[in-house]
């Protein structure tokens, strides 16, 4: 059995693009039905609401087995970099229809390495732009070494009210192999720490399939985790990259990782393990008691719109003047000193912007709602999709019938979802759903071209 864990949407059958580019389009996000009723995704809170994400690019170092955006400054360029988050925040909420931010989160790279000055200007310039209510959820990411630590009750007057703490590993041999710059008795008092600042809002991260580990190792690490951490755990199998140190040594013989078995095998021993302490798993990776999940990754998996700022951020929503139809996907420019140059001649750093066609939109509702476990309903379903149901998407197709039948796949009048089972198997379960997925919506739009060409030659006669 392969456990899934990470995933990414996934494009599939590039030939429907053309129907769906040519104004062949069924109603879908902020378009009006036949009936004169507004399409559900053009409600208010689709276009005029998003959470936000800053990518803070620099760390001190890079960990053996990171392939993310990240860099190590060469010089102190806090300030620069704080203005220019500052002015790309601003000018991206103006491009948007946005009026209010409902979560932001600081990631990176190392985000806990920024000046708290730096996340309180940025959290000043939303609040300039936009509405920024007061309970909104404000995470940063914090690396557990003493200076990270140091920083925390300052992070919290500059606006900060959840940390998530890259633990990864409660033994110290493994952060070395891992490249951490900080040893599990740091973890353990920051944990301590932020705890003490924002009880019950702080997420502990911790990385399984780990070089040498095993299933035994990893359910006594796991139990030794919990008599600390708080109300949220996110676990994250390691996932070797090409190009990373820990690959090299890997292909070199020098470490061995867990095999596929063992690692699906550690998964369900810790979803069991966290279930019996009060956990309830939410999503693929997350898990939670005491209602602390994270309202801003939830924003991501329930599809609504989000602008990413900052060096290779990515983001999602409607621009202004769009009409309220068009989502874009955007990218901004992943090299700081690039990006920087940029956001200072033109007031952002987008590199790529792409309008996404009613099925692609479908593509990550789907692929991000499966990732949690009470799935996508009828009525969220319904918000990007008026004219096509779940039930007229998935109910006929033979092979979802086949997961249904077999206990992976759940669809009844709550919606779509996978069960217990298939959660751990999500990998092969949505490669069968975005292919019917597809299907349907091009068979759609062929409906539509039919009837608009029967109709131009009945006004020809």
Not at 292 to 309: E, F, P, T
Not at 323 to 348: C, K, L, N, S, Y
Not at 388 to 414: A, H, K, M, P
Not at 425 to 451: I, N
């Amino acid at each position: 059995m392969k456990n899934f864990v990470n995933t990414s949407v996934k494009r599939w059958f590039p030939a429907v693009r053309p129907f769906l580019c040519s104004g062949q389009r069924f109603s879908t996000v902020g378009e009006t039905n036949r009936d004169g009723s507004e399409g559900g995704a053009g409600s208010k809170r689709l276009t005029e609401e998003a959470s936000l994400y800053v990518h803070w690019p620099y760390c001190l170092r890079r960990c053996s087995y990171c392939n993310f955006n990240k860099y190590i400054p060469r010089e102190d360029n806090h300030r620069v970099m704080t203005e220019c988050l500052q002015r790309e925040t601003e000018t991206l909420l103006r491009l948007s229809q946005v009026s209010c931010i409902t979560s932001v989160f600081f990631g990176g790279g190392t985000p806990s390495l920024a000046p708290p000055s730096s996340i309180a200007a940025v959290l000043e310039s939303v609040s300039r732009q936009v509405t920024l209510p007061d309970q909104a959820e404000v995470s940063l990411e914090v690396n557990p070494t003493p200076a990270g630590m140091s920083k925390l009750e300052d992070y919290c007057q500059a606006g900060v009210n959840r940390f998530s703490i890259g633990v990864q590993s409660m033994q110290d041999a493994d952060l070395e192999v891992l490249g951490r710059d900080h040893s599990s008795c740091q973890a353990l008092q920051t944990i301590e720490e932020a705890q003490r600042l924002c009880p019950g809002r702080v997420s502990v991260d911790v990385m399984f399939g780990r070089p040498g580990q095993s299933v035994k190792s990893w359910e006594e690490e796991l139990s030794e985790l919990l008599k600390v951490c708080d109300d949220h755990v996110s676990l994250y199998q390691l996932t070797l990259e090409r190009g990373t140190q820990l690959f090299k040594k890997v292909q070199r013989g020098d470490l061995t990782v867990p095999t596929e078995d063992q690692t699906a095998q550690m998964y369900q021993s810790a979803r069991r393990f966290l279930q019996q302490r009060g956990f309830e798993q939410y999503e693929v990776s997350n898990f939670a008691r005491n209602n602390a999940a994270s309202l801003h990754n939830l924003s991501y998996w329930k599809g609504r719109q989000y602008i990413g700022v900052g060096p290779g951020a990515h983001g999602r929503f409607v621009p202004l003047g769009g009409g309220g139809v068009g989502r874009e996907a955007r990218t901004q420019t992943m090299e700081p000193d690039v990006w920087i140059r940029e956001v200072q001649q033109r007031g952002h750093g987008t590199r790529r912007r792409m309008e996404l066609s009613c099925v692609e939109v479908l593509e990550e509702v789907l692929v991000m709602g499966m990732r949690m476990t009470e799935g996508i309903s009828h009525k969220h379903w319904e918000l990007f999709s008026p004219q096509l149901s779940l039930r007229d998407v998935f109910g006929t197709s033979t092979r979802v019938r086949e997961l249904l039948q077999n206990g992976q796949l759940i669809l009844d009048d709550r919606g779509l979802r996978c069960s217990w089972e298939g959660l751990a198997l999500l990998d092969s379960v949505l490669p069968a759903l975005l292919v019917e997925l597809e299907t349907k919506v091009l068979q759609k739009c062929e409906r539509h071209l039919r009837a608009d060409e029967h109709d131009s030659g009945a006004a020809n006669l």
